[in-house]
């Protein structure tokens, strides 16, 4: 299935194309379009695709895929002036103003993907739980970590929302290759 429709992999705008009208009315009806008897054809293909990615897109925030911040930057009286001073990342779509540029976030999906794309497994450091609570949080990027444990992204990402962490990061140096530089910081604790 071939897709040109951005935020949405399971809807083809060219298989709608290849639809009849009548389909596309039902097809929009269905997805919520208002007054779609009185669209033609190319518009009830954009009418679809906007009504698609909005839902969608209701679905991530839904189900927290941007954390409870939205991705944005979390503030407080410990605001480092890292976090101040790196390029916001609310979106997996969003690219860094140049290479090397920090960033800050605490969007559960750009974390997630940017970890993964390294081979990033989330973990924590062993030995520094507190009670059944994780301690403090890492990624296991296949290296010498014995000390590192490996949790789910849902428990990860519960801890990292519960202690109000900033993800900073790079996506890649200034000469171009991948980064795996992260801190997590807190804007309430300077211990973070």
């Known amino acids: 299935m071939s897709n040109e429709t951005p935020d949405t992999p399971d809807l083809s705008e060219t298989e709608l194309r290849e639809m009849k009208v009548g389909e596309l009315r039902d097809r929009a009806r269905a997805e919520g ?16 695709s906007e009504a698609h990615r909005s839902s ?10 941007d954390g ?13 002036k890292s976090v101040k001073y790196s390029q916001e990342v609310t979106s997996t779509d969003a690219e860094p103003e140049r290479p090397g540029r920090s960033l800050v976030t605490t969007s559960h999906a750009v974390i997630r993907e940017w970890a993964e794309e390294r ?5 924590t450091v062993e030995g520094t739980e507190h009670g059944d609570h994780l301690g403090v949080l890492r990624f296991d990027f296949g290296g010498d970590a014995d000390r590192l444990r490996h949790v789910s ?12 962490l900033n993800f900073l990061y790079q996506q890649e140096r200034s000469d171009g290759r991948p980064s795996t530089f992260f801190r997590l910081e807190s804007p309430d604790r300077e211990d973070a």
């Open 33 to 48: 379009v208002p007054a779609p008897s009185g669209k033609r054809k190319e518009e009830l293909v954009d009418a679809i």
């Open 56 to 65: 969608a897109d209701e679905q991530r925030q839904q189900t927290g895929d």
């Open 68 to 80: 409870p911040d939205g991705g944005r930057a979390r503030t407080g009286e410990q605001t480092s």
């Open 119 to 123: 081979g990033g497994v989330p973990a």
């Open 153 to 164: 992204w849902e428990d990860w990402f519960a801890t990292f929302d519960a202690r109000r």
